[in-house]
């Protein structure tokens, strides 16, 4: 896509075309030179949707319950847009992503929209693309984002971060309310679900989660309390329980002005990041600071300089901006 | 320590009291405040150690091995510093620590020092400590530093590339070859070492290893194809072996210019990587600049800016650098 086909895309975009929605979420997920026009652009009509994050171990059954949820949604005329991220791994990327192709196939003809994204060499992108991802789709006019992550690493907390609720989603056998704890499941949860919960152990786990929570409770000066949900995605059994959760969750955060607070919060961080990065690539892409880079290397090597005085010299005799013509 | 202080235990330092050595390093541990002055003082007298790093999956016997290693280098009147680089887990953290205590004690009296390094709340800390800690050693004058990590996670890695061999140590017992490939450590490796070479599957590991190798060496144009060894580190069976390995590895990036031109790199990286962390600081611990990031995030929430053009401005108005008194 060229800078000037653009606007052509903004238009058809406005138009509810699917198409256009798909182009411009690959600008952005690929970090295209012309994705901060794409999110400039878009922003404008941004933050009206109410953002769920679905995340938890691996094989706890996510993505049928994402696909639960988003019908469950649809009857009650809720439109959704789901993005499903997959960091790709070489041991699991394959299979994930071949459920990703049977869902979106089982969701087609519904007034559901599906994204993948994938990892394309790590190094925080999918942790900065993601929310900018569900940007694009809150501007297209969902009014739920919902982003399904696997696994429960770093990113799978950013993304926690960058959403108004978070669901935790669980199953008997993962060895529960321990596992979840180590992995900082329990501090980012709005709202528990064990799926599977026809399998034994899941009134346990319950019980185990319920009294973490009662811990949690009595240190926080936030007055929700996470309700622990079970339910049988395939059979959809538990999932219009979860739905009504989700409202409360939200109705609980505007009552309190969380929802605002909470925005502004990430929006802070988001502009944070986008600054430091800005400055990393006008630093370490411009060939005169490698030059001098490389001169106080020299220095460094025969002994003549150390490398703390470097980079006093370095940050002093570079401007790294210029103030009547920003390289941004 | 206050600055009038470190003049006195410089000189301590270069008089190699031991106290001084362990002051120091705590300072730089700690990222105290005047850790800068003690890295500017101590640099111009490093750059003469033999650094090795020695890393492998959680109960491979490094601890014992690196005991051994140091025992045999000490015999041939090497004088030994070695970092034992503890990540804190509240799984693991306290019966490390207690290993560490028992092997300090076995070395005491002998010419080799040892330090303790433990992680204080993560975010890359010990990654960026561990390589100065290095250099301190250095200064005082060790002529080898041995750099030991526990585990297999992305601060072995970043050690690895901070010192000029790395042996990796894997048991016949841990899933071997295809368990090292998935960690990465096959890249890493300038010297393997089969640890508890005495249980069952030693050979076949060995094997599995070279013919890992032998698809590394044909890729690659490095032509140092790293040896396979098998030790019993508690009775010192192979260490003198490694040690012999040790050397020719480091002969053989003398030979080949390979030894300045990684420590050059290292240098570069070094230097960026202190660059950012220093224009961090001056970008988000200024309360000036904070007030004028709290004003466009509102713009932002009013809806009258994106987060896009809020980078630009604020890039725009803070004067980062000023260039006749740097605040660095």
Sequence with gaps: VERKNLQNLFENFKKHDLRALSRLLTL??????????????????????????????????????????????????????????????????????????????????????????????????????????????????????????????????????????TVVVLVPETGGSVQAMKAGLIEIADVFVINKADRDGAETLKQELLDAMSLRSATSENSWTPPVIKTIAPAAKGISELAAKLEMHLNFLKANKLLARARLGRLRKRIIELTKLTLERMLWENTDHAAFLDHLCGLCMEGKMDPYSAVELFLKRIKIIKTKDPEV
């Excluded at 994705?35 to 109410?50: C, F, H, Q, T």
């Excluded at 071949?98 to 519904?110: N, V, Y």
């Excluded at 900018?132 to 789709?137: G, I, L, T």
């Design 28 to 165: 952005v997920e690929n970090e295209d030179e012309i994705a901060p026009d794409v999110l400039k652009e878009i922003y404008k009509n941004s933050g009206r949707a109410y953002r769920i994050g679905i995340t938890g171990p691996p094989g706890a059954g996510k993505s049928t319950l994402v696909n639960a949820l988003a019908l469950e949604l649809k009857e009650r005329k809720i439109s959704i847009g789901i993005i499903a991220v997959d960091p790709t791994s070489p041991f699991t990327g394959g299979a994930l992503l071949g459920d990703r192709i049977r869902m979106t196939k089982a969701l087609s003809g519904t007034n559901i929209f599906m994204r993948s994204m994938a990892s394309r060499g790590g190094g925080g992108g999918l942790a900065r693309t993601t929310p900018q991802a569900a940007d694009v789709m809150d501007a297209f006019g969902f009014d739920v984002v919902i982003i399904e992550t696997v696994g429960v690493g770093q990113l799978e907390l950013d993304v926690a971060n960058s959403v108004d609720s």
